[in-house]
């Protein structure tokens, strides 16, 4: 509960807009800090939009200044984007599952190839890699020596057979897998050093050869604002169900991850970082956001500024409860937030003592709520600030402002003392107030 609470007290107390000016300035500055990061100009532009929309429309904080707001609203929404659509492996019904890996020579791929199946093992799994890779001498041999480090089995073909054709291969080794009960299957291709048809159309028979449960498509963190055209190539050429991000250990600032997200639209999977096999790991659209902005602290920052707000506010609240001061105003502003959070049912349900007001609170629909706001909002501010000052006249005013009868200003007006007097209890009861705080 007290979570939802604090989040209604933050709501409660933002008010007006976020100005223009505020907006373009920081705008700019996240418009550099990702140009910096090596995100494709035409994505950045995109991104750029996509914000300011979003952060025209955004209440006011008090806890933060515009700009760390700006920076608040960029941060969730890069976290969105690179994570919005985040799943797990594909597996498929029927083992084995297959995952191809595709991408550019030097990309990672057999690197990869080793990460994924030790990954896998300690998941449980009896994965295979398969060396589909005849096109540079020692790939082969490659693939073998990170298969064996992580301990599992990989599927080459036989010395001396020829150079081989990849695509036989492929299909060989899925028959294997089945027959030696591999229940995933990861087949490394060749990459060429630049996009071209050859390695398309290679990569595109091997998938129709082995019709893929994912296709993973790796790409170098490092390459920057090439990972745009790269991915698309891929994504035009063998099409691919998701996305690893390799040499995030290097000096990549993440700007690939953004670009290939925004452009193909297909998930980013996973992440690896170092040469060793356990450099590896599930992908954090959180850490990836703040590496795009460069900007882990000013994040922290933000996040305290908050809390430290949030603070704050509750015992503010607090205070005002424990000592029955709370007024027709605070209910008002109260009762707006709360409803932004959902039911109010549910809600009135979580608070203590509430077992004992079950039937009041079955009679609370949003109806209801609606012709309360409008009743406080025919009073003027004195009168909410100091509801006994509403007198006989006063209340026929009030109902003939908000379209309602004087029973149901009355009624308002005295539950509201009541309500007062009992959540005073309460907060004494409870320890809310003078100085607890602990209430989180
Ligand atoms: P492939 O051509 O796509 O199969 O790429 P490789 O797996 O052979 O990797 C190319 C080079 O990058 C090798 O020297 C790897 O050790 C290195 N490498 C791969 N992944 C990473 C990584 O996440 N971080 C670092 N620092 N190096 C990596
Ligand atoms: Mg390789």
Redesign the pocket.
Known sequence: LSDRLTAALQTLTRKGKLSDADIDATAREIRIALLEADVALGVVKTFIAKIKERAKGAEVSQALNPAQQVIKIVNEELVGILGGETRRLNLAKTPPTVIM?A???????????G?LALWLKKQGHTPMLVAC?LQ?PN?VT?LQV?GERAGVVTFAPEPGNGVGDPVDVARRAIAEAKHAQHDVVVV?T??RLGVDEELMKQAADIRDAVEPDEVLF?V?AMIGQDAVTTAQAFQDGVGFSGVVL?????DARGGAALSVREVTGQPILFA????KLE??DTFHPDRMASRILGMGDVLTLIEQAEQAFDQKQAEKAAEKLSSGQLTLEDFLEQMLAVRKMGPIGNLLGMLPGAGQMKDQLAQVDDKHLDKLQAIIRGMTPAEREDPKMINGSRRLRIANGSGVTVREVNDLVNRFFEARKMMAQMAGRFGFGGGGGSSK
Do not use: C, I, Y
């Open positions: 890996l991408g550019l020579q030097g990309a990672g791929k057999t690197t990869l190839a990460k890779d540079r790939a490659q990170v490394d060749a990459g790796v170098d390799t040499k995030l250990d290097g690896s970082n170092g040469e450099d590896f």
